[in-house]
């Protein structure tokens, strides 16, 4: 054991600069619990299914963080990136193999005991090391997620100021007008980046939490898409969009949320869409079936990116035109759709082809299933 820690912390003082601030038992910490970890899988029979669900980093654990987890933690908390996290243990492994082949050099051994016994080594440290990757990830992507819900919900407040502020300015009837202009300006400006700060928002409760929360209730899904598609045309006078829909269409949904996948759905097709064709939204209802669709001509999104359209921070570059304020997007526009079309007990998909254009549908039905019941009553911020 004491050669090993030993190497194992010689090792752990070249890595700077974490290292460096550690005493003995801090670079030692979880070493000698994994060491006997790996003695004792040694020690017991393994059958080739369990052979090869280590290899994979996938074997049989008792409950509670093993000591590969635990150093994960201890070694993010020092600094230490994944490169060094996974040095580490290319270090133990070396030291071990090499003190084992000193240990039997010259003497007559049993080869195929000898090998056995290294491929269980080896095996075990590749499970160390799975499970220690796994809680470093772990770890940093909830950090960041939690970086971006403090820092999403700490901006919405000064951006309301700035949008009260700059919308009373252009209310005012005792100034000049060059004054009326810049409000209006930073008006836009505000609004924009609330809305991309709101999204921001969005993404990290779906990570943080169990799903978009939503509060749905009896309405008219009619006048909310009238009111969205209005609302874009004012945003957007260059461009024509062309709405379809029956005189009458009630269900039970969050009026926001579908308010702001419509805005999500329609403004992509703006955005990517060709300026000398229509951007055409459809509202039907069939059976107990609620159906969107929404479609765009221009550049068709080449076929091996139409399977992660739908995942967050991505962004198709396609046909994108310089004049619109939506190319400065966070890329999870469509990723907020979907976690909204879901929270609803709907699906939403996409085609797209130079003759058809680019279509998302999306399929809801008219009250959801208790099932599917997500977060109704969440809180506030």
């Known amino acids: 054991m004491e050669p090993i820690l030993q190497e194992w912390e010689d090792f752990a003082r070249t890595i700077e600069p974490p290292a460096l601030t550690m005493d003995d038992a801090a670079l030692r910490d979880h070493a000698r619990l994994m060491l006997l970890a790996f003695a004792a899988d040694l020690a017991n029979a393994q059958s080739d299914e369990e052979r090869a669900a280590k290899s994979r980093g996938l074997a049989k654990r008792d409950r509670g963080d093993s000591a590969a987890e635990t150093h994960a933690e201890a070694r993010l908390l020092s600094g230490y990136t994944v490169v060094q996290l996974v040095s580490e243990y290319r ?7 090499a003190l084992w082949q000193a240990a039997w050099d010259g003497r007559a051994v049993d080869m195929n005991g000898m090998m056995s016994d290294m491929l269980r080594f080896n095996e075990a440290v590749d499970q160390a090391l799975a499970e220690s990757v796994a809680r470093y990830e772990q770890l940093v992507k909830r950090a960041q997620n939690m970086f971006l819900a403090i820092l999403g919900h700490d901006l919405r407040n000064p951006l309301g100021t ?10 005012a009837t005792d100034i000049p007008p060059k004054y009326i202009l810049v409000a209006t300006r930073m008006f836009s400006s505000a609004k924009r980046m609330s809305k991309l700060v709101n999204d921001l928002i969005d993404f990290t409760r779906t990570h943080l939490g169990p799903g978009m929360p939503i509060r749905v209730r009896q ?68 059976d107990d079936q609620i159906v969107v669709v929404v479609n765009n001509q221009g550049r068709p999104i080449p ?24 190319q400065t997007s966070l890329g999870i526009g469509l ?47």
Request: glycine share 8%.
């Open 91 to 97: 270090a133990l492994r070396s030291s071990v193999l």
């Open 162 to 171: 700035l949008v009260t502020g700059s919308s009373f300015v252009m209310q």
């Open 219 to 286: 309405g008219s899904l009619v006048a909310v898409c009238e009111q969205v598609v209005d609302e874009l045309r004012t945003f957007h006078p260059e461009r024509r969009i062309e709405l379809q829909m029956p005189p009458q269409l009630d269900a039970v949904f969050d009026d926001g949320r579908v308010a702001q996948m419509l805005s999500n759905l329609i403004g992509n097709a703006i955005q990517y869409g060709s300026v000398d064709a229509p951007v055409k939204v459809r509202l039907d209802g069939k």
């Open 303 to 326: 076929p091996d990116k139409i399977s992660c359209i739908f995942e967050p921070l991505v962004r198709v570059a396609a046909n994108i035109h310089s004049d619109h304020a939506e």
């Open 335 to 381: 990723y907020i759709s979907r976690e909204i079309v879901h929270a609803h007990g709907g699906q939403i998909g996409v085609t797209s082809d130079a003759e058809g254009g680019t279509t998302f549908t999306v399929t809801m039905p008219h009250r959801r299933k208790e099932s599917r019941a997500t977060n109704a009553a969440a809180g506030p911020d």
